[in-house]
């Protein structure tokens, strides 16, 4: 696991690549995203998913919106980001930011939550195995049982 600092550290370093994306065609601007994207998700320095995972990925996010329309700068980008209505291929009217949130949602959350949940049902079934195999061998919950290493 990976200490503050050098969490820190990277944050800021795939910050500045990110703040460094440059202003040009949409598939040279994906290109450069993608090298960003293999170093963010390997999960060795940033944990995947967690807040600067989700919030590296929103501002790479808001740098290609910026320069995919022609903004002058992020901040004016990051509002409409934010709050501007879009018309989705669907047809309904949302802002930007809706789109990322179920982008980051299917390809972070989700995979995630499925790959903890089957983890959490494989822990829960041994607890409760042990639970029942120590109630009917000693007469007393897991946490009355002294083991000895």
Same mark, same amino acid.
């Given at each position: 696991?990976?200490?503050?600092?050098?969490?820190?550290?990277?944050?800021?370093?795939?910050?500045?690549?990110? #703040?460094?994306?440059?202003?040009?065609?949409? =598939?040279?601007? #994906?290109?450069?995203?993608?090298?960003?994207?293999?170093? +963010?998700?390997?999960?060795?320095?940033?944990?995947?998913?967690?807040?600067?995972?989700?919030? +590296?990925?929103?501002?790479?996010?808001?740098?290609? /919106?910026?320069?995919?329309?022609?903004?002058?700068?992020?901040?004016?980008?990051?509002?409409? /980001?934010?709050?501007?209505?879009?018309?989705?291929? =669907?047809?309904?009217?949302?802002?930007? #930011?809706?789109? /990322?949130?179920?982008?980051?949602?299917?390809?972070?959350?989700?995979?995630?939550?499925?790959? %903890?949940?089957?983890?959490?049902?494989?822990?829960? #079934?041994?607890?409760?195995?042990?639970?029942?195999?120590?109630?009917?061998?000693?007469?007393?919950?897991?946490?009355?049982? %002294?083991? =000895?290493?």
């Amino acid at each position: 696991m990976a200490t503050k600092e050098e969490i820190d550290k990277e944050r800021i370093e795939i910050s500045d690549l990110i #703040r460094a994306t440059p202003k040009d065609a949409e =598939e040279k601007v #994906r290109n450069y995203h993608s090298e960003i994207v293999k170093r +963010l998700d390997n999960g060795v320095i940033i944990t995947v998913p967690s807040l600067d995972h989700r919030n +590296l990925h929103q501002e790479m996010w808001i740098v290609s /919106f910026m320069i995919y329309n022609n903004y002058d700068n992020q901040q004016k980008a990051f509002v409409d /980001f934010l709050n501007k209505p879009i018309r989705w291929p =669907e047809g309904q009217v949302e802002p930007e #930011r809706l789109r /990322f949130d179920i982008f980051y949602e299917k390809n972070y959350i989700q995979p995630y939550l499925a790959k %903890t949940s089957k983890q959490y049902k494989w822990a829960s #079934r041994v607890d409760e195995t042990t639970q029942k195999e120590v109630d009917s061998i000693f007469h007393k919950s897991l946490n009355d049982v %002294t083991v =000895e290493i």
